[in-house]
C-alpha cells in the first residue's frame, strides 16, 4: 500500500474506544475525511465510566504512569487535568489492612542481564507494537523468566501484572506481554507512581471525539464488502461507501459481518482473549487509598472468580470498581457472589451493586502461534484490502500502547503531502 497519498482519502473507523479515535483524530489533521462508526450510544469503550451521584467511575482504564508520554501529551493538549494517586496498595484480607505495594526496584546486576538480553533480543520492546519482539519472548512468562535468572522480574511486577487483567503468571501465557507490561511501568523503577484522569479516562475520550467531524454512535454495521475500487459499509441498512476501513475491534468479533480472506479467518481462529469483570459496588468497611491489590487472589490462577483489585475513584465516596477473572464456570453472577462472600470475610458490607461489565480482555495469541510469527502474519495484512487493524492485539491493552501504535500506523500509511505540518505536530 503506498504510505503516501496526494489527496484526501474517506475512512471508515470501526469503534470510537481509545484506538479508534486516536486513529480518526490522526487521519482528520492529515486531511483525511473520517466517519467513526460505534456500535453503543456512548464512545470510549474499555475507557468507559459509570456516573454514579452525579460523578464519574472509571469501570477499564484508570491509570497511566508519568512515563506514558503520548497520553500524558494528549491529556496536557486537551487541556485537563491529571492526579496522582500515590502507589498502589496491597491488602492482607487476614490482618485487614493495607501497605503500599513499592517494590523494591531490580536489583542492579539483574537489571544490567535484562539490558543485555534485551540489547541482543528484542531492543524495540519500548516502542510501539508487539510483532518486533514476538518471537524472540514467545515462551511462557515463567519459563522465560527462570531461563534467564529473571525471576526478580516476576516478584516486582507480578502482583501489578495480574491486578491489571493479563492472567495469573502460572498460566500459559507469552513472556512478550508481561516484559512489554514491565517497560511501559518503569523496568528501572519498579512500580511507578500512578496518575489519573480528572473526571476519568472516560472525559478524555469524549472531548477527542467532540472535535471530530463524524462520530456515529449505536449504529449497527450489516456487512463489510471490500473491493479495488473501495470498501461498502451497510450501517442500519445503508450503504457507505469509503476508501479505506480501520478495525479496532478484534477480528473475531467483525468477522460475521466481513467479506474476510482465509488469512483473516486464519489468523482470527488463534486468538484468544482474557474472561475479565468489573463490579461496581457500593462498599463499606474496605481499607481507604485509590488503588488496592489483593494479594492472595493474584498469586495464583485458584484466584480465578476472586476480587484481585479494588479501585475507590473518589476519596469521599464508598464506590468501589472491584476486578476479577470469570470463566466458563465462573460467570457475572458467580463473580459477584464471590465478590460479596470476600468483602463480608473482611469485615466490610457490599451495600449495593450498582452494574457489571464483562470484558473480552486482552486479545493476544499463545507462544506456540507467537513463534510461528502470527503478529508478523496481522502486521502483514495492515493495508491489505484496503484494511487496517488496531487495537490490544498488535498493540497490547494499555491505553498508551494503543494510542500510540494507532498514531504511528495512520502516520505511516496515510501521510497526506498537503498536511504533514498538521500531521506531524506532535
Ligand atoms: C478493567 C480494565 C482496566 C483497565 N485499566 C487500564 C489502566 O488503568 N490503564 C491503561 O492504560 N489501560 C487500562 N485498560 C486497557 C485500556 O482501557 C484499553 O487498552 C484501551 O481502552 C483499548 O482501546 P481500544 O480502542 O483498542 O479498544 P476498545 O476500548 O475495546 O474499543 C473498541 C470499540 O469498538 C466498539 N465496537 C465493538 N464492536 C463493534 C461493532 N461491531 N461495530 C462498531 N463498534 C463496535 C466497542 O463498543 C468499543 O467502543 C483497562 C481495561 C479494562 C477492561
Not at 269 to 291: F, K, S, V
Not at 298 to 316: E, K, N, T, Y
Request: charged share 25%; hydrophobic share 40%; proline share 6%.
Amino acid at each position: 500500500m503506498p504510505a503516501d497519498f496526494e489527496h484526501a482519502r474517506s475512512v471508515a473507523v470501526l469503534g470510537a474506544g481509545a484506538s479508534g479515535l486516536a486513529a480518526a483524530r490522526e487521519l482528520t489533521r492529515a486531511g483525511h475525511r473520517v466517519t467513526v462508526l460505534e456500535a453503543r450510544h456512548s464512545v470510549a469503550g474499555q475507557c468507559a465510566a459509570a456516573e454514579i451521584d452525579g460523578r464519574a467511575h472509571d469501570l477499564g482504564g484508570h491509570g497511566y504512569s508519568p512515563g506514558h508520554h503520548r497520553l500524558a501529551a494528549l491529556v496536557e493538549e486537551l487541556g485537563l487535568s491529571s492526579t496522582d494517586t500515590g502507589p498502589p496498595l496491597v491488602f492482607d484480607p487476614a490482618t485487614g489492612r493495607s501497605r503500599p505495594h513499592r517494590p523494591d526496584p531490580l536489583c542492579r546486576e539483574t537489571l544490567a542481564r535484562y539490558r543485555r538480553i534485551r540489547a541482543e533480543q528484542f531492543p524495540r520492546i519500548a516502542e510501539p507494537g508487539l510483532a518486533h519482539s514476538a518471537r524472540a519472548l514467545a515462551v511462557p512468562a515463567r519459563r522465560w523468566l527462570a531461563e534467564y535468572r529473571l525471576t526478580a522480574l516476576a516478584e516486582v511486577f507480578g502482583p501489578g501484572y495480574t491486578a491489571a487483567g493479563y492472567g495469573h503468571l502460572d498460566l500459559d501465557l507469552p513472556a512478550l506481554y508481561l516484559v512489554k507490561y514491565a517497560e511501559l511501568t518503569g523496568m528501572a523503577a519498579g512500580a511507578e507512581p500512578v496518575r489519573t484522569i480528572d473526571g476519568g479516562f472516560g472525559a478524555l475520550w469524549q472531548r477527542v471525539a467532540a472535535e471530530l467531524p463524524e462520530v456515529r454512535r449505536g449504529v449497527r454495521v450489516e456487512r463489510i464488502t471490500r473491493g479495488p475500487d473501495g470498501v461498502r459499509i451497510i450501517v442500519d441498512g445503508a450503504p457507505l461507501l469509503v476508501d479505506d476501513l480501520v478495525l479496532t475491534v478484534p477480528l473475531p468479533e467483525v468477522l460475521p459481518v466481513l467479506d474476510a480472506t482465509e488469512e483473516e479467518r486464519a489468523l482470527a481462529a488463534r486468538i484468544r482473549h482474557l474472561d475479565l469483570y468489573t463490579t461496581l459496588g457500593t462498599i463499606t468497611g474496605l481499607p481507604e487509598g485509590a488503588h488496592t491489590l489483593v494479594r492472595p487472589h493474584l498469586d495464583s490462577s485458584a484466584g480465578i472468580g476472586r476480587c484481585v483489585s479494588f479501585h475507590r475513584r473518589h476519596p469521599d465516596q464508598d464506590v468501589l470498581a472491584c476486578h476479577a477473572y470469570g470463566r466458563a464456570d465462573l460467570d457475572g453472577p458467580a463473580v459477584a457472589d464471590l465478590l460479596r462472600t470476600d468483602v463480608s470475610a473482611w469485615g466490610g458490607h457490599l451495600h449495593r451493586l450498582h452494574l457489571q461489565r464483562r470484558w473480552r480482555f486482552m486479545p493476544h495469541f499463545g507462544s506456540a502461534d507467537l513463534a510461528a510469527g502470527a503478529l508478523d502474519r496481522l502486521e502483514a495484512l495492515q493495508g491489505q484490502r484496503r484494511t487496517y487493524h488496531l487495537g490490544g492485539l498488535p498493540a497490547f491493552e494499555l491505553v498508551e500502547c494503543v494510542l500510540g501504535y494507532a498514531q504511528d500506523l495512520i502516520r505511516r500509511h496515510f501521510a497526506n503531502s498537503g498536511h504533514k505540518l498538521l500531521a506531524t505536530r506532535y
